[in-house]
């Protein structure tokens, strides 16, 4: 790959895979840490893999506008690489008669910093979830000034969904628990908005400028808005309009996100408990598509708030629940707004009376917006928190939450080696010899073992005109692997799914 500022050629080297995704429909994303010949930046970089409709805008220029718009809180992307299309090779068969059967597709890859996982906060810090909402609503962060002297000198943060629309005209609409990562900054926790394959470029009103190509509506479904669920679950006629993505739609994924972070990342001692939150989370996953959105149709246009005062929490998450009815306060006046508005359509309609004056779709008559939403917030749950409530050094087990995602395998592996020298100095002379005999046993099967196994890997004369092609040895889990082996294995992966339907 090469890096835009210098020009300058890097090889990159696989390490170990962070998320898989096998499939025929949808991006098919590879997520791995990776190694460097040359010093690209000073933190822990990642590279992801998919395959990308190429009609969409490439990921590494959204995150470019999103920037020039001041836009903060979003990826440092570094090298890229647009590696082949879908209508390429093999697969040209499928793309050769008939331009509009099947979707071309790029395989792409990005390389840019290694964040981490909120599971990793959040397993004891649960009373930052309101702040990460906060965050990628669009948070004015002025209460954290007193941090640190230099947050104080950065002034505000204009982050998040809000500014994301507004001042880059950008929906991201894939907002799921894979693509909120943080870092700390500061001894803060910073939130990350990354994954910008799904994201589009959109007008004033909320209108894609691009008109949709994809055959399938693609996102996350456990966090998907319960409108474009619904809209997915029927079958419609040819001339049937999609409902179109809106800003309204990545805050109700916000909702389920944080819902989701309750069910999945507390830690949670009774196993009823904890049984009972991953049936929801089974129901968002596994449901039919009706299913899922009607379950969260009756979370967000519930007047009540039953549907949130009988669901199961965490017990120390009890506190959040006045906050997560806040949410669906706000949700089910917005929806009423649409449903009347819609009733006065259908009466004008039957009765061939004028229609009614316009309705602001985007924001469902200004009822549904990042305003409106911290508002209903800050109504229901009015604890904003202290300082030292938001610095890491005062967050429970922290640092060994976080170890797996900041030290690589090979620092790891490294690590071990030290401890066990250390360890066998202190060892008695009759255990250390003992170890010894071990190792050289070990040492001799392993021996054997390979010895063996170079025996099988060519295979037997099936004829005695056509020799059958040596079997290849399967990769070494935990291995690594250059750039080019690795997307010829995933390719080769894909591939045995089976055809395109």
């Not at 507004?166 to 990354?194: C, P, Q, T, W």
């Not at 899922?292 to 039953?306: E, T, Y």
């Not at 060519?458 to 750039?483: D, M």
Request: charged share 25%; glycine share 4%; with cysteine.
């Amino acid at each position: 790959m090469i890096i835009p500022k210098t020009q300058e050629q890097v090889k990159v080297t696989l390490g170990k895979p962070i998320f898989t995704q096998y499939g025929i429909v949808g991006r098919r994303t590879f997520l791995y840490r990776i190694k460097t010949d040359t010093v690209v930046v000073q933190t822990p970089l990642v590279i992801k893999f998919s395959y990308q409709v190429i009609t969409l805008q490439r990921e590494q220029e959204l995150v470019e506008v999103a920037l020039k718009a001041g836009v903060k809180h979003i990826p440092k992307v570094h090298m890229w690489s647009d590696l082949w299309k879908l209508s390429e090779g093999a697969r040209a068969i499928f793309h050769d008669d008939n331009k509009n059967a099947y979707e071309d597709k790029m395989l792409r890859a990005l390389v840019y910093t290694r964040y981490i996982p909120l599971k990793a906060l959040f397993k004891t810090a649960w009373h930052l979830i309101p702040y990460m909402a906060d965050q990628i609503l669009d948070c004015m962060h002025v209460h954290i000034s007193c941090l640190s002297p230099k947050v104080a000198n950065d002034g505000v943060f204009p982050i998040g969904l809000h500014d994301l629309r507004y001042k880059a005209n950008i929906l991201h609409r894939d907002i799921s628990a894979n693509n909120v990562m943080f870092e700390i900054r500061d001894g803060v926790v910073n939130f990350i908005l990354i994954d910008y394959d799904l994201a589009t470029m959109v007008d004033p009103d909320g209108e894609p400028l691009a008109a949709p190509s994809s055959k399938h509506r693609t996102g996350t479904l456990p966090f998907m808005a319960h409108e474009l669920l619904d809209d997915m679950s029927r079958p419609r006629p040819p001339e049937y309009r999609r409902v179109t993505h809106r800003l309204r739609h990545d805050f109700e994924s916000l909702f389920y996100l944080c819902l989701y972070c309750i069910f999945t990342m507390i830690k949670v001692e009774d196993e009823k408990r904890r049984m009972q939150m991953h049936t929801y989370v089974r129901e968002w996953q596994t449901g039919s598509l009706d299913g899922i959105a009607s379950i969260k149709h009756r979370l967000c246009a519930d007047v009540s708030g039953d549907s949130i005062s009988e669901l199961v929490f965490p017990a120390p998450c009890e506190a959040l629940r006045p906050w997560f009815l806040g949410w669906t306060d706000v949700f089910s006046e917005g929806y009423l707004a649409l449903a009347g508005y819609k009733k006065k359509i259908r009466l004008a309609k039957w009765n061939n009376e004028k229609s009614p004056p316009g309705f602001d779709i985007d924001t469902l008559q200004g009822t549904l917006t990042r305003d409106t939403i911290k508002e209903s917030l800050r109504l229901s749950y009015d604890r904003p928190l202290r300082p030292e409530e938001l610095q890491v050094a005062n967050i429970p087990d922290f640092a060994k939450d976080i170890e797996p995602y900041m030290i690589d395998d090979e620092d790891l592996e490294e690590h071990v080696q030290k401890q066990g020298s250390v360890a066998e100095k202190a060892m008695p002379a009759r255990k250390l010899e003992t170890k010894l005999k071990k190792a050289e046993v070990a040492k001799k099967t392993v021996t054997e073992t390979v010895a063996a196994t170079k025996k099988t890997t060519t295979a037997k004369i099936v004829s005695p005109i056509r020799k059958q092609s040596p079997k290849r040895v399967a990769h070494k889990p935990g291995g690594v692997l250059n750039l080019a082996a690795a997307t010829r294995n995933m390719t080769t992966r894909s591939m045995q799914k089976g055809p395109v339907r």
